[in-house]
């Protein structure tokens, strides 16, 4: 048996964890010592309604376990006010989930403006509020965990889901660039694109599927990706039904013209070696794609000469 990590004298904010995955993340937090503010605005999967009792069932369930919890039922809108409750109630953040989440599935053709706007503002400008205000405490501290809650459908895209994949892809590129500017401060910052039965899921999965996939699965590496024993930095994982792998960008060799005059045709001409996946790399940093871009290019601006 591996030594338990523990995350005593912590103070974690999980944000939608009164149902789902977060609550499965503020359970886990708690019963392993972190002090767990247990946000949930309580509305219904659409982004409807607010009720305190979903908040309140997990701190119950924290406090009963042994563990130390406190209820807030802001809207992650109004991220500063959670934080808040962190600073109020256990003097510090140490670890952010974010992982509020809502769904407005629509065909392009028939989504509204308000079905792009909520989706935008539950999942980005929410993030965004929480981190942006927990950010500078966890940098004077010099200590940080952050842990963004993407999909599958942000990476892949999906049927129904343009405002959603929207939304979640956005995250993955905060989180890469908070991951760069936290770094020197032992800020941390990756992503999960989780896979779990919960009542955001039922709606576009199979009853059998949803079965297999517990979001208790989906917790541990939320938590390990928050324990100060990991240094994992920008990184993107797939976590569900046990499975959990790491994403990277590739990209192929491609055809540099290198000064030389081209237009549609030769793009036309050149367009299996500018698709062709043999010998790809893996550019990590901005630094590394435009190296290879600028590469033989005497001027970052002109065609080379
Ligand atoms: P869920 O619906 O069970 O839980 C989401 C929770 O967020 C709810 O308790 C809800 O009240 C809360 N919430 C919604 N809007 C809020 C707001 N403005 N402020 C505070 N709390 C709010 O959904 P689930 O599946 O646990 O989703 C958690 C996260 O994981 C979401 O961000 C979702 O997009 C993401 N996700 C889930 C997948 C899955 O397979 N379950 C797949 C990919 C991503």
Not at 16 to 28: D, Q
Not at 52 to 75: F, K, P, R
Not at 147 to 155: D, L, N
Request: aromatic share 8%; hydrophobic share 40%.
């Amino acid at each position: 048996m591996t030594n338990e990590l523990r995350y005593d004298g912590r103070v974690a904010i999980v944000t939608g964890a009164g149902n789902g995955l977060g609550r499965v993340h503020a359970l886990l937090l708690g019963a392993r010592g972190a002090k767990v503010v247990v946000n949930d605005l309580g509305g219904d999967v659409h982004g409807g309604g607010k009720s305190s009792a979903a908040a309140d069932q997990v701190v119950a369930e924290i406090i009963a376990a042994g563990g130390e919890a406190v209820a807030n039922y802001d809207s992650v809108e109004d991220g500063d006010k959670i934080v808040q409750t962190a600073l109020d109630h256990f003097g510090g953040i140490d670890i952010v989930i974010n992982n509020a989440g809502i769904l407005r599935d629509s065909s392009f053709a028939k989504m509204t403006e308000d079905d792009w706007d909520l989706i935008y503002r539950v999942h980005v400008l929410g993030a965004f509020r929480v981190t942006h205000t927990a950010w500078p405490h966890m940098r004077n501290k010099g200590y940080g965990r952050i842990v963004m809650t993407t999909s599958a459908a942000g990476i892949y895209g999906n049927f129904g889901q343009a405002n959603y994949s929207m939304a979640k892809m956005g995250l993955i590129g905060m989180a890469n660039t908070l991951a760069v500017e936290g770094a020197s401060k032992n800020v941390l910052v990756n992503t999960i694109a989780p896979l779990a039965g919960s009542r955001i899921s039922e709606t576009v999965m199979p009853p059998q599927m949803l079965e297999a996939l517990k979001p208790e699965y989906v917790a541990p590496l939320a938590a390990y990706l928050c324990h100060e024993s990991s240094k994992e930095n920008g990184s993107l994982f797939e976590v569900g039904a046990g499975f959990h792998a790491k994403l990277r960008w590739e990209r192929t060799q491609g055809h540099h013209f290198q000064g030389k005059a081209f237009g549609p045709e030769e793009i036309a001409e050149k367009w299996a070696e500018i698709g062709d996946f043999n010998d790809a790399t893996y550019p990590k940093t901005i630094g590394e794609s435009l190296m290879s871009i600028l590469q033989g290019v005497n001027s970052p601006f002109g065609q080379g000469n």
